[in-house]
C-alpha cells in the first residue's frame, strides 16, 4: 500500500539532486516486477554455493591467484595484503619475536592463501639462511621500493622501521 508513495519520494529526491542511496533504489526497481524477487534469490544462492565451493583449499588457492590478476583490483589486493604483512612483522619483530616466527605469525594475519602460501615459503628461505630481502623478492609480491627499503634496514641493524614506514605509506 505504501510503496507507490515510498517509490515517488525517491524519484523526487533523486531528480531534485539529493543523494539517493543504491540499496533503495536497487530494492524499489526489483519489487515493481515479477522476478524481482527471483533475481535476489538467484543472487543468494549464487553466493552461498560460491561460499561452499571456497571451503576447499585448492579452490579458495585457485580463487585467490585469480582476485591478484584482475586488472584494477588486483594490485590493491595485493597492496593490501603486503602492507598488512609488513605491519604486523614490524611490530613482532620490535617485540623481540624472532624473524622466522614473525614471518610465520604475520602470515596468517593474511586473508589471501596465495600470498599467505607464498609468505610461507619465504619464511622457510629465511630459516634456512637466507637474506629476507631476497626471500620477499623470490615470492614476486612486493613492489621494489618496499625491498630497497627491506634490504637497507637489514644492512644498517634497524629492520622494524622501514617496514613500519612503509606500511603507513602503502
Known sequence: FLRPFFALAFFIQCRIGIECHGYSLVTLSTSDSDYGLWLVAGIMSMLVIRQRLLKKESRRLWH???????PIFG?????VETARFARTLSILTS??????????????????????QKMLAASDR????????????????????MLH???SGERSGELPMPRTGYSRIR
Open 75 to 79: 594490485p590493491v589486493f595485493s597492496g
Open 126 to 145: 629465511v630459516r634456512e639462511g637466507g637474506a629476507l630481502w631476497t626471500a620477499l623478492e623470490n615470492s614476486r609480491l612486493f613492489p621494489p621500493m
Open 149 to 151: 627499503i627491506i634490504a
Open 64 to 70: 585467490d591467484r585469480v582476485n591478484l590478476k584482475m
Open 95 to 116: 617485540s623481540t619475536v624472532p624473524l622466522v616466527d614473525a614471518m610465520v605469525i604475520s602470515s596468517g594475519v593474511l586473508g589471501n592463501s596465495f600470498i599467505r
